[in-house]
């Protein structure tokens, strides 16, 4: 079955950088779009970044963009997201998400990460 | 940017039906059958528990079900059970990735 699992979440300081990664499995990773979704303690959904099956197009939310970069590696069936200028207001759960028509369709267990100094 | 629009909360007693409404745009859902609802119990994960309005993926009870008309999406629980108790959040395609604010379901 699909299954998902994030890492790489921790506590830095802010103006600190971090790099997460998402082990994809039981499907065709190539096949799909991928994305990475966070949530804040105590808040809402917030969608972050997006990318095309082949890596061709990649969106990024308008709080992140210039910060933040999403990238995926086919022969490791993982995806990845580059997060620079990290501010307190990045703290949250960070999700890793298969995308099935602009929604996640499967989840991650999601990454922790804190920005504080 | 468009938004979907849910309540903050709703609540029913065990054995009630309560429904959740989504409200987006004629661009989003008002186009597309392509509407999404993720339950979350506090501490875990979202999980997917409908897609294409009124699907259900395998193993979500047949007590959840979803409709839509015009550019507002519904999401029905009927006979209410203590394990109910979540948020729920919507998703349309075409809606720019913005999820819904969430509703918190109380079961009374």
């Known amino acids: 079955q699909v299954h998902l699992v994030e890492s790489g979440g921790g506590l830095v300081k802010p103006g600190g950088s971090l790099r997460l990664s998402c082990a994809a499995s039981?499907?065709?990773?190539?096949?799909?779009?991928m994305s990475w979704i966070r949530q804040a303690p105590g808040k809402g959904l917030e969608w972050v970044s997006s990318?095309?099956?082949?890596?061709?197009?990649?969106h990024y939310a308008d709080s992140v963009k210039g910060r933040f970069t999403i990238s995926r590696d086919a022969a490791r069936n993982s995806l990845f997201l580059q997060m620079n200028s990290l501010r307190a207001e990045d703290t949250a759960v960070y999700y890793c998400a298969r995308e099935y028509w602009s929604s996640p369709d499967y989840w991650g267990q999601g990454t922790l990460v804190t920005v504080s100094s | 940017q468009s938004a979907l629009t849910q309540p903050p909360s709703a609540s029913g007693s065990p054995g009630q039906s309560v429904t959740i409404s989504c409200t987006g745009t004629?661009?989003?859902?008002?186009?597309?059958?392509?509407v999404s609802w993720h339950q979350q119990h506090p501490g875990k994960a979202p999980k997917l528990i409908i897609y294409?309005?009124?699907k259900r993926p395998s193993g979500v009870p047949d007590r959840f079900s979803g409709s839509k008309s015009g550019s507002t999406a519904s999401l029905t629980v009927s006979g209410l059970q203590a394990e109910d108790e979540a948020d729920y959040y919507c998703s349309s395609h075409a809606a720019n990735g913005v999820f819904g604010g969430g509703t918190k379901l109380t079961v009374l």
């Open positions: 990318i095309s099956s082949v890596s061709t197009y990649t």
């Open positions: 004629s661009s989003d859902i008002g186009t597309y059958n392509y």
């Open positions: 294409e309005v009124n």
């Open positions: 039981g499907f065709t990773f190539s096949d799909y779009y």
